[in-house]
């Protein structure tokens, strides 16, 4: 019932930013959190960045701690990426998660992904 659809992914050169949205359709009940996740060749999933339903906690992996910063527009259903400084490290597919709770960072605690979006970032 809930459809989640990333964008703005692309390619940058390190250095540069980019901005990922991720907008979540279908209907939903009780509030949830959002995280982003990214899977480079050859990796695991791995856990990005988290945001509460309110928007009022987020919390983000070391690697990216200082460069990206997430945030999220209720009224819009809309969960963003902001993505500074990229490196080459970056690149990777990434996906956005509906889900939340504590175990933010874990993405057994999400139930509802999108199709993902690729980041490509050179040197």
């Known amino acids: 019932q809930v459809e989640l659809v990333e964008s703005g992914g692309g390619l940058v050169q390190a250095g540069g930013s980019l901005r990922l949205s991720c907008a979540v359709s279908g209907r939903t009940f009780t509030t949830y959190g959002m995280g982003w996740f990214r899977q480079a060749p050859g990796k695991e999933r791995e856990f990005v960045a988290a945001i509460s339903w309110s928007g009022s906690n987020t919390y983000y992996a070391d690697s990216v701690k200082g460069r990206f910063t997430i945030s999220r527009d209720n009224a819009k259903n809309t969960v963003y990426l902001q993505m500074n400084s990229l490196k080459p490290e970056d690149t990777a597919v990434y996906y956005c998660?509906?889900?939340?709770?504590?175990?933010?960072?874990?993405?057994?605690?999400?139930?509802?992904w999108g199709q993902g979006t690729q980041v490509t970032v050179s040197s």
């Open positions: 998660a509906r889900g939340g709770g504590i175990k933010y960072y874990s993405e057994v605690a999400y139930d509802y």
